[in-house]
């Protein structure tokens, strides 16, 4: 149980430059939501000195908001329609909900990212004019046994996670009285160019993915009950699938197959063996790829904003059940391998040229699920293996947990590295009930 106590309103420590700041195309297509995480804290002599936490994260964070302003600022919709926003740095500020709950850390257990995680989340009503709804959210929960959690939801138009994990780190670091602060580059317009194109974008690959064989649609998947689990790869595990994808390439030619494009292509195949599909069906894994070293010059180390481009690897089922690990690497590598300069450059000029760009969100703009349907078929993998995710220290010691809120739908998968630094992976999946026993036993036998 979580009882909300109090609300601040935390704006910035000093005037900051009030202006309308441009969104790239990059920016446009994402939801009109915030991206959930939380962090977990044990009892710590700070936590029990009778300093006001709550002081010191609303002291620090306004100090934060000077440097990162355009998050203390409201989206509203452009003039020009199709489904636009544009920033307004109004300095109207960020909410921090200070919470109690009569539950411990311990009765956490794992931190699997079931609704019980969510409540220490600030929700927010999506159906609350945009122009009033903050870019950020904070809530700080303290539990019984002393400890705390910080819920933090960044709205995904303004960071994805590279971005957001720098707010955070700089939060921290002021929190902390520690040197020395990053600031971030925040001009948008760096991803423009003017220079000729040498790639022709194609569509076809931000086609909808495909359905089930003899369902028109996916409103029935869609129906159908979901739960989450949160299953560890250890460090000889993942480098016993690395080994197998990698029995038919030819290390001379390259890079062998990384830990990320192993494991995700032992999680494809378990979720189509687990969904009992047809030889026939076709089946997509859809994850996102960092381009900030792709484009060139290559975008600032601390560029503020999205820097990610949707990418699809595709197969039948039968396909990829028959053939080898490695073939299944070898097309999400494939996938990745095209991501460069110039199909970067050619997805931004067409996604600034749509006459509406809100097909592309996979939520509406009250945080209704809508649009395209990542599930059964299909698979949709975020990877936090490259992200520098630990190391929250607000001043009463680093987090012994950082996760994903309760934001899954069927096929959803997190790949995790353990907080612990000894080289395994934390895999969070939400399945259809039906499938995840089948997917939990695959997941495992099938190493």
Known sequence: MVTLKATH?????????????????????????HTPTVYFYKHSP???????VIQRLQH???????????LAGRLSWAEEGGSRVVLHCNGKGVPIFEAESDSTVEDFGDFTPTPSIQALIPSVDYTTPIDEIP???????RFRCGGVSIGLGI?????????????VDEWAKIARVAE?????????????????????????????????IGQEDNMEQRKKPITVSFLNLGKVQIEKLRNKA???????????????EAVAAHIWRCTSKARGHVDEQQTSLHFVADFRNKLKPALPRNYFGNALIRVEATDKSGSLLSNSIGTASKKIREAVEKVTDGTVRAYLDFLKGLPDVGRFRSLDNSGRPKGDFYGNPNLAI?????????????????EIHMGPGSMGFDGKTFIIPSHDGDGSFNIAIWLQEEHMGSFKKCFYDDI
């Open 60 to 70: 620090s964070l306004s100090k934060a908001l000077v440097l990162f302003y355009p």
């Open 135 to 141: 870019l950020v959210i904070v809530q700080l929960t």
């Open 9 to 33: 309103i935390v704006r910035p420590a000093e005037p900051t430059q009030y202006e309308v700041m441009y969104l790239n195309a990059c920016d446009q297509i994402k939801d009109i939501t």
């Open 382 to 398: 975020i990877s936090w293996t490259a992200l520098p995710l630990y190391g929250a220290d607000f001043g009463w010691g680093k």
């Open 180 to 212: 020395p602060m990053v600031p971030p580059f925040l001009d948008r317009k760096v991803l423009e160019s003017d220079k000729p194109l040498d790639v022709t974008f194609d569509p076809a690959v931000l086609r909808p993915p495909p359905t089930l």
């Open 46 to 52: 700070v936590l029990d000195s009778g300093e006001d």
């Open 246 to 260: 990698n029995l038919d390439f030819d290390m001379e030619k390259g890079r062998g197959y990384s830990r990320f």
């Open 155 to 167: 709205s995904h138009v303004m960071a994805d996670g590279p971005s957001a994990l720098h707010f």
